[in-house]
């Protein structure tokens, strides 16, 4: 079955190093994003694509950047790890703009 | 994006029908509204989208009032495993890049 995939579940990292969240859909999906969820936030986005070699800001896009080198990747880099990047990421995919979004399974960073 | 209002939180008997409301009295014309539902520690889940009539699919039902000012999300024989937050969201066609998820309404399910 297809399905979209965020490794690794869980991160510890130390303020300033550089972290790379990693999502893998095998939907074929040209539509990307990267959300963060913090406790009475709801889901933020960060970064979006539509396609290779496209990438977007989101909301809160300060600190983090993506790359698309291909249809089933969206790897989020955050340049410089701070305390505040603290939280659990999650990648989705849309086949298109007026169909459902899929997300992945989320991975949990934490920032010391 | 249009606001959505929904309680913070309901409970339902197992076996029975959970109803979800959802306030968007600032909806306009061109706004989906789309449910999704988070299982603690898990991703988003696509439940339901419509537009002015109501929807069924395997998971739910969706009624829109004939304003389109609010609707209801319902689950037909709630089991434990519903137990998640609910998400109403309105969303332009055409413009899906950005969900504001909000708090959402906490189901639980009783036994």
């Known amino acids: 079955d297809a399905e979209i995939t965020q490794s690794p579940r869980h991160k510890i990292t130390e303020t300033g190093r550089q972290v790379t969240l990693a999502c893998h859909q095998t939907w074929n999906h040209n539509n990307m994003f990267w959300y963060r969820q913090d406790l009475g936030h709801g889901l933020r986005l960060i970064h979006y694509s539509y396609g290779v070699q496209d990438t977007n800001k989101g909301e809160v896009s300060d600190g983090y950047s993506v790359s698309r080198s291909n249809t089933e990747d969206l790897p989020l880099t955050l340049e410089s790890a701070a305390s505040s990047q603290t939280s659990v990421y999650f990648c989705?995919?849309?086949?298109?703009?007026?169909?459902?979004?899929?997300f992945g399974q989320g991975t949990r960073l934490t920032v010391v | 994006d249009a606001k959505t209002t929904q309680p913070t939180s309901m409970d339902c008997a197992e076996g029975r029908a959970a109803n979800l409301p959802c306030n968007h009295s600032t909806i306009s014309g061109n706004e989906y509204v789309y449910w999704y539902r988070q299982i603690h520690s898990q991703g988003p889940q696509y439940i339901i989208h419509?537009?002015?009539n109501n929807e069924t699919n395997e998971m739910a039902s969706l009624i829109i009032t004939e304003d389109r000012k609010s609707s209801t999300l319902i689950l037909p024989h709630a089991t434990l495993r519903d137990t998640a937050v609910y998400y109403c969201i309105v969303r332009p066609e055409n413009t899906g890049n950005q969900f504001y998820f909000g708090t959402g309404t906490s189901l639980t399910v009783i036994p």
């Open positions: 989705a995919s849309r086949r298109t703009m007026n169909t459902e979004a899929f």
């Open positions: 419509g537009l002015k």
